[in-house]
């Protein structure tokens, strides 16, 4: 009943209305799980480092889209307020964005993904790698 009522807490706060958890119930979650959080926190902190390299790689309008709806958290409807393009465009902007990030990441790293698709762990195919 914990977990369930814990997931449940955390989904809430992960939904595009709120993107962060205030600072004491996020220590508190952590807490009360750190054997689950700690190894998957560190390997995607990690992993998470490569991302920023390879978003330069992209083209300019799928740079802005990411850079907006990802690691600022604009919804895309703001974001493409912003830009000044349709919201369909924004969409097909961070999607193909996503795919392309995607693509240089998995041509870079191997990943091992848990059963809840959270990184658990990546080892460098290429010693050129971004995340080196």
Not at 114 to 126: I, L, S, W, Y
């Amino acid at each position: 009943m914990y977990q369930i009522t814990r997931n449940d807490i955390i989904d809430y706060y992960r939904s595009a209305k709120r993107r962060e958890l205030p600072v004491g119930l996020l220590a508190e979650l952590e807490e009360g799980n750190p054997q689950q959080t700690e190894p998957e926190s560190t390997a995607a902190a990690e992993l998470s480092g490569c991302l920023r390299p390879m978003l330069s790689h992209l083209s300019t309008e799928y740079q802005e889209a990411i850079r907006l709806v990802e690691l600022e958290g604009v919804t895309q409807k703001e974001a493409a307020d912003r830009l000044g393009v349709s919201l369909p465009a924004m969409k097909s902007r961070v999607q193909r964005g996503r795919q392309q990030l995607r693509k240089m990441l998995d041509d870079c790293c191997s990943i091992e993904l848990d059963t809840r698709r959270g990184v658990t762990g990546f080892e460098q195919r290429r010693p050129d790698s971004p995340c080196s």
